[in-house]
């Protein structure tokens, strides 16, 4: 093998690169975890409200609903808000006077236990079974990994054996 | 020698997971992107977008402390959305461009409506 002179000098540098790597792989993972959660969250709050619906007979009144894209803002009831609006109501400014929490719609989805609990790794037989049938069958893998618990580690699934 | 061939098999190993990191991550390129589109078509079909609320219940449970006043912001895509450093004091600002911004509270009532 022709071995270059420097070749503990290029160890070196596949040692960082395969950190880099390994790196954003798992930033990835997170993120793809993510979207499945949100895909599993969203299809089981549709078809939540489909049941309901098909229950009732009737969509619910539409002044005790909210569409979704939206953001929640909690705080305090003591907390005092000041909030000026611009007159097309395109901008607001809003000043609290103690802390408060922003959440987004899946928030409150994953709250809802629309995510079958797999934001948590906390995930029931049944629940997982439900979260399976969720999702398309090349991310099965994702959600069985999801379900046992959060990942701390970088883990491959089936497909990218060596060589 | 000896150190050379340690060397060599390091070398080795290190160029082959470099190698198989590399694939995977591919891999997961090319899940993200099959996803991200899954979801938008997901969320974007008119019937599941009729059905894709929550109720002011929903919410409540969500946020269930005696003392929670909660806040629901509806803004059109693309608002802009300013939060200063918490040292700063706490604003919040809202900016939209392509339509008004609705802002309402959860009501505590059971009356269950917005």
Redesign the interface.
């Known amino acids: 093998?022709g071995?270059p002179t420097n070749?503990?000098q290029?160890?070196q540098n596949?040692?960082v690169?395969?950190q880099r790597?390994?790196e954003?792989?798992k930033q990835?993972?997170s993120?793809?975890q993510e979207?499945?959660l949100?895909?599993i969250a969203?299809?089981n709050?549709?078809q939540r409200?489909?049941q309901t619906?098909q229950q009732a007979n009737r969509p619910?009144?539409s002044?005790?609903?909210?569409?979704?894209?939206?953001?929640?803002?909690?705080?305090?009831?003591?907390?005092v808000?000041d909030?000026s609006i611009s007159n097309?109501?395109?901008?607001?400014?809003?000043?609290?006077?103690?802390?408060?929490e922003?959440h987004d719609?899946i928030e409150?989805?994953k709250?809802?236990g629309m995510a079958c609990g797999l934001e948590v790794g906390k995930c029931s037989a049944e629940d997982l079974k439900v979260a399976r049938s969720l999702v398309?069958k090349?991310?099965e893998p994702?959600v069985i990994e999801m379900a046992k618990g959060p990942i701390s580690n970088v883990y491959?699934t089936g497909?990218?054996s060596?060589? | 020698n000896r150190i050379d061939a340690n060397l060599v098999s390091r070398h080795k190993d290190l160029q082959r997971e470099v190698c198989d990191l590399t694939e995977a991550e591919e891999q997961l390129d090319e899940l993200i992107s099959k996803c991200t589109l899954q979801l938008r078509l997901l969320t974007e079909d008119p019937q599941n977008k009729k059905l894709g609320y929550v109720r002011c219940q929903d919410l409540r449970k969500s946020f269930d402390s005696p003392d929670q006043l909660v806040m629901v912001i509806r803004a059109p895509p693309e608002t802009q959305m300013q939060v200063t450093e918490p040292s700063e004091g706490y604003q919040v600002s809202l900016k939209s461009t392509q339509g008004p911004i609705d802002v309402f509270l959860c009501p505590e009532d059971s009356s269950g409506v917005c």
Not at chain 1, 63 to 79: A, D, E, Q, Y
């Open positions: 093998i071995l070749s503990a290029e160890c596949l040692e690169e395969r790597r390994l954003r792989i990835k993972q993120q793809l979207l499945i949100q895909q969203f299809k709050l549709v409200n489909r619906e619910p009144p002044n005790s609903i909210i569409h979704l894209p939206f953001i929640i803002v909690n705080t305090s009831k003591k907390t808000i909030c097309d109501k395109f901008e607001y400014l809003f000043n609290f006077d103690s802390m408060f922003i719609d409150v989805l709250r809802m398309p090349a991310l994702y491959i497909g990218s060596a060589n």
